[in-house]
Nanobody, 121 residues
Framework: QVQLVESGGGLVQAGGSLRLSCAAS????????MGWFRQAPGKEREFVAAISWIGGATYYADSVKGRFTISRNNAKNTLYLQMNSLNPEDTAVYYC??????????????WGQGTQVTVSS
């Protein structure tokens, strides 16, 4: 079965950085567009970033563009999200996702369990 395991979340001060990882198993990782989503308390889950199967195309939500970078290592079946210049509005549970639609990951086949990111002011 497909498993997505996120790691790298934690508590960071505003202006700081974190790098999230998502280890994937049970699927041919290199053939899927992958994405990151987040859900803040009391809000709906929202798209953060996506990357094409070969890594040549990336897509970002306007709120993170220029601060976050999505990448992947197909040899390690791992997805990453480098988050810089974090602010309290970035506080959320971050989820890794297997996208069945390209570009902005409008359709998701599988979700990870999530990792908490908390940014203090």
């Amino acid at each position: 079965q497909v498993q997505l395991v996120e790691s790298g979340g934690g508590l960071v001060q505003a202006g700081g950085s974190l790098r999230l990882s998502c280890a994937a198993s049970g699927l041919t990782f290199s053939t899927y567009t992958m994405g990151w989503f987040r859900q803040a308390p009391g809000k709906e889950r929202e798209f953060v970033a996506a990357i094409s199967w070969i890594g040549g195309a990336t897509y970002y939500a306007d709120s993170v563009k220029g601060r976050f970078t999505i990448s992947r290592n197909n040899a390690k079946n791992t997805l990453y999200l480098q988050m810089n210049s974090l602010n309290p509005e970035d506080t959320a549970v971050y989820y890794c996702a297997v996208c069945t639609s390209p570009r902005y990951c409008a359709d998701v086949d599988y979700w990870g369990q999530g990792t908490q990111v908390t940014v203090s002011s």
